[in-house]
């Protein structure tokens, strides 16, 4: 890891610890449906005292403002199979008080309301994309974004959209021969309750707009090989549960490690488990298979330096 990405990381750390103060960058937050009707939640940096709202299972510190005038990178956020665009609360607004625009998008027909499409995987790059041309050409505060820096963030089924997106090209036939080998893992009992009724060849989904990816867990990750991800030339951080239930290794995240073309940014995480890089839940009795952490992991602590690495990445990349 490089000396830049250290002394970025720390400095978000310190800076998670200080006291909200109202003359202090926040997060402003705005929560909006698109003419086609993604529903979509963005933050920004602002200025006020924040307030403790609840968001789905998490809660977040925000104030109500006006987005910025000036111009800043945006982050898009893609989340895994059954979420919304609440998922990553906390790192986007970690991202927006350290001067991000971030938008989040519920994936649809792959969320907890409606879990129909879960497995038309091919869907999710082209919602990202919608995401991304709505923000620029749609969002009423579209003028504090500069179209030039724009990365991406992507958990579990969302890490393999971001993937997808900055060039990757999976070969799907290789399910087949993972779940005949694999029938327990959580994507095979997926395409068994949700078939999947054809399998062509990949198109072209790579989006040039997006110049880093921030990749945790990525979903089908054993269906890239180095030709599937020989596109994908844009820095990438990459994250690793070591006590990964849902996508245990080395058939995910150390298979799409080992395919990169370019070394990424890579980082394990001892004791996590798959749902640890969620935030803290709000009320972990709503949700205990989601809200419930690895073996040792303490997820709080984990997200301090998860959304440090993360901000301190996409400054050292799109940011100033």
Known sequence: MSLRFVLAALCAISASFLPARADESQAGFERLTTDDGLEVGVWYRASGTP?????????????????????????????????DFSSHVDTAVALARAGFVVA??????DNWRDASRATEVEERPV???RLVT??????PGRAAIDPERIGAFGFSAGGFTVLAA???????????????????FFDCGLLRSHPQTSIEPWPQMRDVRI?????AAPALGFAFDRAGLAAVRVPVQLWRAEADEILPS?????????ALP??????????????DFLPPCADPSLAPPLCASGPGSDRAAFHVDFDAQVVAFFRATIGP
């Not at 307030?51 to 893609?78: I, K």
């Not at 709505?134 to 969002?139: I, K, T």
């Open 51 to 83: 307030s403790h709202r609840r968001l789905g299972l998490f809660a977040q510190d925000v104030v109500t403002a006006n987005p910025p005038t000036d111009r800043h990178p945006l982050v898009v956020l893609s989340h895994g199979t059954g979420g």
């Open 104 to 109: 989040a998008l519920t994936h649809p027909g």
């Open 127 to 129: 919602a990202l994309g």
């Open 134 to 139: 709505w923000m620029l050409a749609e969002w």
């Open 166 to 184: 900055a060039g990757g090209r999976p070969d799907l036939t290789r399910l087949a021969d993972h779940c005949a080998a694999h029938p327990t």
């Open 211 to 215: 110049k880093a990816i921030v990749v």
């Open 250 to 258: 080395p058939f995910y995240a150390d298979a799409v490690r080992a």
């Open 262 to 275: 370019v070394a990424p940014d890579f980082h394990a995480v001892p004791g996590a488990g798959h749902f």
